[in-house]
């Protein structure tokens, strides 16, 4: 009886045991599987190469070291990690060659002395423990004791006794993607230790479960994210990474945001391969991620993969430029789907949530016509004063922009001098401006209707009251996209504004005003821009022509019911 009592007991404790090193996304049994397919599959051949290419490029680069650039932040350091010990341990257990495992043990080495993780800005800490913690994991079977001792006492230091020490982790809370970071980033650093330290691994591992369920509120209840498509990339890759190592212990039902979000992503890019980089995103092509190769593998949806495969092509393929050197590259591959079937796509979608936006195409070529908007607030975090705001794709190119973010290192860049940066006013927005005002800093957010169609018009209407409050009794926008011929009218409703009503927008082309009509012209592409009510505001206006009608036309009415002319 005795004996039995024994037996069921080790067989308790082994089930709850972690797996051995390596344990961390890619176990010894899947390396093999993980080279058949990357030379069996196109796509994945060339990520690897680009991969190891960029491992070699990191053994010539410095270590990492103790360097806070801008007086606030170790996370460029960070980073560097991360990038240098991903590439350099994933180009180790492809190719087992010595090199590769010598740099990856000097950059841990070197970060591992430092006397800290810089704490006082908790990202720098959770990036710094996700580059030790996956290169101590990948490495482990060829660590000295000695190696893995200092290793192990740096995650544990440094990292998860860094997380009880500090008063100041607001991120413990689902704020913003701070908190996906910080707990994803702790997880892996307690799954490395769990061995050397379980009950503080435990809580940790506990408490950071809890913290990322709780993050996913962030896509619903549409899949929109609030803090703009970079911050996408960088919440939701340790959001994943954190449902990675859930899902390695026990089976984890993915809720139907995760397919919805990656729906938002699809969408959010416009045919010039630029997101809409609302709230702190600045412009630039569209970035690839771990987080899209995991969800659309996970979720298996055909769209996601397809556009994904597509990002990573036109990124990372044989005639890209310049390939992206992201740090995560290695997780980005290892999670590639294989190709599925094409399928049909929506050409509009809407997405409600504390941020609001609607996208709609005239199809999707890359040459197509596409326009971006939004609703929301400018009290999101990372929020701008861009309620009503829109970007805009014709022919290739990106027409209408957000300028993007400022410098973050501005004084109270996020606090109470926020919206004095003009970037992040609506004075510089594709919006209205009403008695050279700002939006209401903390408005509530904006909604929009969802989207109608009749034949192949598509509409949606933004209730922008809230965000004018105080300088007009009702403000709305409406949209209304004709596929075919591509043709967008925006229509401003604005009741008793106080004050002049300028409609304004940022474009980088060349603008010819006539009347009521200005013409834009960029890469020998045009595009006619008419204002339906009441003239345009120039100086010295030539007179009107005729629009040229093989091209988009934009059409703006503003509706006051003062009568201020809108200006340009
Ligand atoms: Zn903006």
């Known amino acids: 009886m005795r004996v039995l009592l024994v037996f069921i007991l080790s067989l308790g404790f082994l089930a709850a045991a972690a797996p051995a090193h390596p344990r961390l996304f890619l176990p010894p049994d899947a ?3 993980l080279k058949q397919r990357n030379a069996a599959d196109p796509l994945a051949k060339q990520l690897d190469a680009c991969a190891i290419s960029q491992a070699d490029a990191c053994l010539t680069e410095r270590k990492v070291r103790y360097e806070i650039a801008d007086g606030k932040r170790l996370l460029p350091e960070s980073r560097r990690a991360v990038r240098c010990v991903l590439l350099c341990a994933y180009a180790w257990r492809m190719t087992g060659e010595a090199r590769y495992f010598e740099r990856c043990v000097g950059e841990l080495d070197a970060a591992c002395a430092f006397k800290d993780w810089h704490p006082s800005h908790f990202l720098d800490v959770a990036e710094m423990a996700t580059a030790v913690a996956i290169g101590y994991d990948w490495l482990y079977p060829k660590l000295s004791p000695d190696q893995r ?10 990292g998860l006794a860094a997380v009880a020490d500090r008063k100041d982790n607001w991120w413990q809370g689902a ?20 061995d050397v330290d379980p ?14 369920h709780s993050c996913e509120r962030f896509y619903q209840p549409e899949g929109a994210y609030p803090e703009g498509p970079a911050y996408w990339h960088f919440g939701t890759t340790y959001h994943v990474l954190a449902m990675a190592l859930m899902e390695r212990d026990e089976p984890l039902k993915l809720d139907p945001i995760w397919k919805m979000t990656g729906n938002f992503l699809l969408h959010a890019t416009g045919p010039s391969g630029m997101p809409f980089n609302y709230a702190d995103a600045n412009p630039g092509q569209a970035e690839c991620s771990p987080a899209q190769t995991w969800l659309a593998a996970r979720t298996g949806d055909p769209l996601a993969i397809t556009a994904v495969r597509a990002l990573l092509t036109r990124r990372y393929g044989g005639s890209a430029k310049h390939p992206p050197n992201d740090r995560f590259l290695p997780l980005t591959l290892l999670w590639l789907p294989a190709a599925a079937p094409a399928a049909a796509t929506a050409l509009h979608a809407s997405f409600q949530g504390e941020q609001s936006l609607a996208f709609f195409r005239s199809d999707w070529s890359a040459n197509a016509l596409w326009l971006g908007i939004k609703g929301g607030t400018p009290a999101a975090s990372h929020g701008h004063m861009d309620c009503g705001s829109f970007v ?14 400022d410098d973050y290192n501005l004084p109270a860049y996020f606090g109470n001098k926020r919206f004095s940066y003009f970037r992040l006013q609506n004075l510089s927005h594709n919006t209205l401006v009403i008695g050279g005002k700002l939006q209401t800093p903390k408005a509530k957010p904006c909604p929009l209707t969802p989207i109608q169609t009749a034949g192949s018009i598509a509409s949606t209407t933004i209730d922008l009251t809230d965000a004018y409050r105080g300088q007009c009794g009702q403000a709305s926008r409406k949209v ?32 010819t005003l006539a009347g009521a009509v200005a013409t834009l012209e960029k890469d020998g592409h045009r595009l006619i821009l008419t204002c339906a009510s009441p003239t345009w505001y120039g100086k010295s206006p030539p007179p009107p022509r005729r629009a040229q009608r093989k091209s988009p036309i934009l059409t703006n009415k503003s509706f006051p019911s003062k009568r201020h002319p809108p200006r340009t």
């Open 149 to 158: 001792q200092r290793y192990e006492a740096a995650l544990i230091t440094n």
């Open 199 to 212: 009950d503080l691994a435990k809580s940790t591992l506990a408490h950071c479960r809890h913290l990322t």
């Open 480 to 511: 209304e996209f004709n596929s075919q011929p591509p043709q967008l009218t925006l229509t401003d409703h604005v009741l008793a504004p106080v004050g002049a009503l300028r409609w304004q927008a940022i474009v980088d082309a060349k603008v």
């Open 175 to 194: 704020t913003n993607n701070w908190s996906q970071v910080c707990s994803g980033g702790m997880m892996l650093a307690a799954d490395a230790v769990c």
């Open 31 to 33: 390396v093999a599987p």
């Open 392 to 405: 805009l794709d014709w022919a290739g190119s990106r027409w209408f922009h957000d300028l993007g973010s």
